[in-house]
């Protein structure tokens, strides 16, 4: 029975995760046969299966703060808001993240929208592909204004198409998966309520748009599946709980800090839980 690790995305709320996958490090826990994510799911996931603990505390709390990364004044001149492709190759030079394979404790798996198509494509991270991998995963809409070309075609947001890629693991035949989520148990994605503003940004895409609209009714149903999965498959959610205070764009230290601390927290209590099933078990 397949095992896998799956990580939502969240621009700086993957702080959270950031906490729970160094825990998991610090226990030396790589309990998974591969690992899934999209946008900071990803990147995340990046230096977990490369063992590197305390990168990705670092590049949210210091790097991602800094202004060659997110300024609204760039933006409003025409520029990017959030430099996605700054940000990882920065990041990975200035603290020698290896490429995964080099390291790796698992596979690692990236989803990437795809600008033509609107749906979500989960390739394999590798040493000659990752970097293009990377940036593209977390190239929001519209904050970051390019589309990164793999192969000659377009991708971005691998968030846009799937949020949280649970049903994927499922259809790579995991069925024992954990998950780590950005939001708060109970919260569910409100519908579109601006369609018009939609239409006026990515009309000129219709993938993209369409995907854009069916953002709610796609995340909410992988809600449904993660609490009411298919008879053959566990599944076990890492949460934030109702006090996490990090936005998709939180730039105050502090609440990053706290996020990644009750991230370590809840990874700890699962650990412990896991631990006593284990050992029921064994009785």
Known sequence: MKSALVVEGGAMRGVFAAGV??????????????AIGVSAGATNLSTYVSKMQGLSKTIITQYATKREFFSPLRFIKGGHMTDVHWLWHHSKQSMNIPAPGEKSSMPLY???????????????????????????SCALPTAYRDEISINGTRYLDGGVADAI???????????????????????TKPEVKSAWLMQKMYGNQPAILEKMLQRA????????????????????VIAPDEAFCVKRLTMDKKK????????????????????????????
């Open 256 to 283: 990053l800090l706290r996020g990644y601390g009750q991230g370590r927290r809840m990874a700890r209590r699962y650990i412990k839980e896991l631990d006593w099933v284990t050992n029921q078990k064994s009785a």
């Open 21 to 34: 996958l160094d825990k998991f490090m610090e226990h030396g826990y790589y309990s998974f046969d591969f």
């Open 165 to 187: 890629p649970a049903i994927q693991a499922y259809k790579m035949g995991a069925r024992d998966i954990t998950v780590i989520l950005s939001q708060p148990l109970g919260f």
């Open 217 to 236: 009714t796609i995340y909410n149903k992988t809600l449904s599946f993660l609490s009411e999965p298919p008879k053959d498959c566990t599944i076990r």
């Open 110 to 136: 990236v989803g990437i929208t795809n600008a033509e198509s609107g749906e979500c494509e989960y390739i394999q991270a590798t040493k000659d592909n990752v970097d293009d991998l990377m940036v593209a």
